[in-house]
Nanobody
Framework: QVQLVESGGGLVQPGESLRLSCAAS????????AHWYRQAPGKERELVAA???????NYADSVRGRFTISRDNARNTVYLQMNSLKPEDTAVYYC?????????????WGQGTPVTVST
């Protein structure tokens, strides 16, 4: 079945940048809309960025101006560019993609990739 494979997480210092990738594989899947969520220990999952098939974007207030969500249709991949990272950005980041499978519309989640921002 279709899977979303996330990569790019890691440990960085405050002020540094990181780019997360979310690649679809394993079956026929055409991404229509994409979202990035994050969940920090002891906190609820929150939406940080969204991208529709029409190109509109939405960002959480806490990341607006620092994070950018984008999509490469040829590679069937979604990205999250994270600049000027802060300690409060520390969380596990999850990609969610909505799109067309072989015969139905699907919602697929990535496995999550941890991001730690610390001195």
């Amino acid at each position: 079945q279709v899977q979303l494979v996330e990569s790019g997480g890691g440990l960085v210092q405050p002020g540094e940048s990181l780019r997360l990738s979310c690649a679809a594989s394993g079956g026929i899947f055409s991404i229509n809309a994409a979202h990035w969520y994050r969940q920090a220990p002891g906190k609820e999952r929150e939406l940080v960025a969204a991208l529709t098939s029409g190109g509109s974007t939405n960002y959480a207030d806490s990341v607006r101006g620092r994070f950018t969500i984008s999509r490469d249709n040829a590679r069937n991949t979604v990205y999250l560019q994270m600049n000027s990272l802060k300690p409060e950005d520390t969380a596990v980041y999850y990609c969610r993609a909505d799109g067309w499978g072989s015969y139905r519309y699907l919602e697929v989640w990535g496995q999550g990739t941890p991001v730690t921002v610390s001195t």
